[in-house]
């Protein structure tokens, strides 16, 4: 666990230079010890098969490494929009894309999202993962099913 006054800690662009190295490695493990052992991962749109939220670092480690592991998705770059720092030092926003290739069909992919990160001691300790998740769904051919699931809730929600 970091020490609270350890200036040797990184600070938040470097924590989101090596979430982003996780990313195209997709490294469960490389990303969930980028966070602190009570962190969330929240994501706060709608994005079918995906949780509302990931509590605390083994639950973001194992809900990204089944995530990965089921997806065709190889990325290769997680290119940066822009970065927004915030006055209190430890909120950073980055508007990314997300570059890559299907294994599947060799196509090409590109899902834009926005990630708000807590970074408190070199840790991640709240993050907002702001994906299109339709986007993401329309990407790996799953858009139809998707859509079907959605109108299936909807009528469940209606009865």
Known sequence: MPNPNDSTAP???EVL???RQAIVDKSADALAELYALDAVHEFPFLFPGMPDSYQGREEIRAGYRAAWGASPAQPTEV???AVHESADGEVIV???IVLGTLATT??????PGLLVLRIRNGQIVHARDYMDGLGVAHTMGRLTGVAAQLDGTAAALQA
């Open 17 to 19: 230079t090596r979430f």
């Open 79 to 81: 290119r940066e929009v």
């Open 106 to 111: 060799g196509r090409p992919f590109s899902l």
């Open 11 to 13: 600070g938040p662009r």
């Open 94 to 96: 980055t508007e990314q």
